[in-house]
């Protein structure tokens, strides 16, 4: 029993490490994004979602900067976990929907060539 409590203890502080370490990183994430430097947001979301892959502030930041940046099928991907993350609550749709919209040259039809 007594075991069993410090296993608990060590997982919960190890847990609790990575969530600050995540929560660091994304500031300066988000510091990034705030500053237009959207390769640095990239980066340093990215490394946050390592530390603690559900912080959803970064992944939505990190889809945010790469769609800025004209990345559109990560920002797709972050945006499309962010969906299951949240059971599909509405805002993310909404986000999605207003990025498919205003990206459209992500999603046209392939035209035929012919020559």
């Given at each position: 029993m007594h075991r069993s409590l410090i296993l608990i203890a060590i997982a919960f502080v190890t847990v609790s490490a990575a969530a600050q370490t995540a929560d660091k990183t994304f500031k300066k994430c988000d510091d990034a994004y705030g500053n237009a430097k959207y390769a640095d947001a990239v980066k340093f979301c990215t490394q946050a979602?390592?530390?603690q892959s559900d912080h959803f502030e970064a992944r939505l930041t990190r889809a945010a900067a790469n769609e800025k940046l004209g990345n559109d099928k990560a920002a797709i991907e972050?945006?499309?976990?962010?969906?299951g993350m949240t059971n599909g609550m509405p805002m993310i749709h909404f986000t999605v929907r207003e990025f498919m919209q205003s990206s459209r040259k992500a999603f046209r039809p392939f035209r035929i060539i012919r020559s």
């Open positions: 979602i390592d530390a972050d945006y499309s976990q962010l969906i």
